[in-house]
């Protein structure tokens, strides 16, 4: 049979960090590409213990049916978290348990999004996001990152030139792949504007609590008085990304419905890694454990840095991120990385082309992500220094 | 902010049965209502030490990202499986783990269902995928069931009526919600029409092994020469549904894209979950486990049969299902089962009203669908006799 593929998957392609990922299982190969936390930060003991006795003690509660917006206790557990820590959540808004931060993405759009309707994003964002919304046929418009978050003028620009624009696509904070955080001024002005033009904010947040710095600045969703934020969590890079739990906090009418797509999509997310979120977190200090996370990627983020210094080409420029898990490097001239990762492979290192993240990912890019949280500092090291010699190959 | 919901979810409707699902929680109500497998037989104590062990021992695996199709180990064991038990799976066939069978069906949909398709499902039919299919803004045509499964007669006259049917969906063995089985000859001649028709089979088989006899009738997908079925299953009524590990298999094609689909939607199944059913299904004999819930639900359905000899007005219609989870009731008159659902929880007995399964869900309907798995031997009797004093107050 030959299979008539819908027009809004048509033309979908697989992620390339997802087929890098696949070779970044061969334990010869240095991974700068996936943006896999650091597994020796796990909490697996204390998780081992939790599931044992809950498997033993509740096996209703773990094994049978739940309910599709979440467990309750977990729900009211992370209300409660982001209302003392972020100040975020009003009356109108809602909460909804997801599998994995994806997931509220993905489920946003379903709920929102007509075929030809127009998501503006920041250019490069992350490509999770983008192929979601790829995949219900949006119309994407790019609009450039500067070193202290999008470009207001150009948002502007986008919003004018696009009447049916319905969401903002951001990550303000540690955004991905660019490793830059978004100014309170842009994050204020980012906020009226799209009010202003009815165009609801999807701020998606994984990495915000991942700072090496104890700079802090408020979340677009903790200015939400008119209910046009729809924020993003996960416990992927602060407890474990195998769980595939999340959250979206969103006004109410939204998660009422995407409470329905959910349904349909999986149910409800599987009990026992809720579960296992919930009682960890009742059971320990998360905060403790964030702390050895953001001290721990501090020093990777900075040995890869310093190696950078010392093995790449001068004339390629790189962010220098204040938390996080990504460096940006931009080759600056008319280099295609995509070229380059090909050939990097053969030597037994992978990072994740410039073009995987731009609205036109057809278009040769001269950037590229690298990610310092999955590797030992020896491989971070080894493997920029293989990267820069390539690169000095090229651009010397 | 005023959402404007997309075409495709702005009509779309919680399921009736999770919003009583909600409601069947409280210990005091007699659930007759949801699919709830029985929990005394979820192996729970065998998980609570594989979870303990794997969680300890292999952290990274259990824990970190993993690949979009599904632990390949699993994905082995599965096909091994099918390809025994059922002669399922050829050259062309591929297998993708899912969060849940539903997984399956949205998927399947999101990758062939453009806007306006239309999707032929057997009258009644299982609400959750009529309601993924829905989302997709699919227009369902239905076909009417008869004892031994849906009217061949009526397909042929829909899909002759329906030039743009893309999709059939049946669940021919034990059929969800009216407990009955398509015979060997329709399985056939409905895989020959199909085929002929360039039409899409959904075969949707989590009750399969649920059987109360020794009778056992083909698969559609075990004819499928011709790569025409995709074959949704799942460990939810076999091991646990709390689990949300599923599958689909079906033509390579098709596969390749709903894995490019499950990325945007939820990245990969959560790890643990997939990892418990494979290190269950290695270390137990898991046919040994179905043989407890083949017994178990034969005895708590001839129950519940009895109880409705015993305490229904003679004038209700209803199937004697050999495996599964329901009996499917037509009260043969001008009722609205809608309206006696909403009598009846007053007394604290749920059950889901016959519109639901239906492609019409606002008109009034005769018929109800009962569940006999999750209560006790007791407490079904007892809701079958509120529940038939109920009815009988109406018909007599």
């Known amino acids: 049979m030959k299979f008539e593929i819908s027009d809004r998957m048509s033309k979908m392609k697989g992620s390339a960090i997802r087929e890098i990922f696949k070779l970044a299982g061969d334990p010869n190969v240095i991974s700068l590409a996936g943006g896999n936390p650091a597994p020796e930060l796990f909490p697996n003991k204390e998780l081992s213990e939790i599931a044992k006795e809950l498997l033993e003690t509740n096996p209703v509660l773990s094994l049978q049916y739940g309910v599709t917006d979440g467990y309750v206790p977990l729900r009211d557990l992370v209300k409660e978290r982001l209302k003392a820590k972020e100040n975020i959540g009003t009356e109108d808004d809602e909460?909804?348990?997801?599998?994995?931060?994806?997931?509220?993405?993905?489920?946003?759009?379903?709920?929102?999004?007509n075929e030809g309707d127009v998501v503006i994003v920041e250019e490069p964002s992350f490509i999770g996001a983008t192929n979601a919304f790829r995949s219900y046929n949006a119309k994407l418009v790019g609009v450039p990152m500067e070193d202290d978050g999008l470009c207001v003028e150009e948002l502007k620009k986008a919003i004018k030139e696009n009447k049916n624009a319905k969401i903002l696509y951001t990550?303000?904070?540690?955004?991905?792949?660019?490793g830059n955080t978004m100014s309170i001024e842009k994050r204020k002005e980012v906020y009226r504007i799209c009010k202003e033009n009815n165009i609801l904010i999807i701020?998606?947040?994984?990495?915000?609590?991942?700072?090496?710095?104890?700079?802090?600045?408020?979340?677009?969703?903790?200015?939400?008085?008119?209910?046009?934020?729809?924020?993003?969590?996960?416990?992927?890079?602060?407890?474990?990304?195998?769980?595939?739990?999340?959250?979206?906090?969103?006004?109410?009418?939204?998660?009422?419905?995407?409470?329905?797509?959910k349904q349909v999509s999986d149910v409800h997310t599987s009990m026992l890694p809720q579960l296992l979120v919930y009682e960890f977190m009742k059971r320990y200090n998360l905060d403790e454990y964030i702390e050895r996370?953001?001290?721990?990627?501090?020093?990777?983020?900075?040995?890869?840095?310093?190696a950078i210094e010392e093995y790449f080409p001068k004339s390629i420029k790189h962010t220098s991120p204040k938390g996080g898990l990504f460096v940006w490097c931009?080759?600056?001239?008319d280099y295609d990385t995509g070229e380059i990762a090909k050939e990097v492979v053969k030597d037994n290192v992978v990072?994740?082309?410039?073009?995987?993240?731009?609205?036109?990912?057809e278009k040769k890019c001269s950037c590229f992500r690298l990610n310092y949280s999955t590797m030992s500092d020896e491989k971070i090291v080894e493997g920029i220094k293989i990267l820069g010699n390539a690169l000095k190959k090229i651009v010397e």
Chains 1, 2 share one sequence.
Do not use: W
Request: proline share 6%; net charge negative.
């Open 330 to 333: 931009d080759m600056c001239g």
């Open 351 to 361: 990072f994740v082309p410039g073009s995987t993240f731009m609205v036109d990912m």
């Open 95 to 113: 909460l909804i348990i997801v599998s994995g931060g994806q997931q509220g993405i993905e489920l946003v759009t379903k709920v929102l999004i």
């Open 293 to 306: 996370n953001r001290k721990l990627y501090a020093h990777k983020c900075q040995t890869m840095l310093d």
């Open 171 to 178: 990550i303000p904070t540690f955004q991905n792949p660019s």
């Open 203 to 261: 701020e998606d947040n994984p990495y915000g609590e991942l700072s090496f710095t104890d700079e802090k600045l408020p979340t677009i969703k903790s200015m939400d008085t008119d209910g046009i934020v729809a924020y993003c969590g996960s416990f992927s890079k602060v407890i474990a990304p195998g769980l595939r739990v999340g959250f979206c906090i969103a006004p109410k009418e939204l998660v009422a419905k995407m409470v329905v797509a």
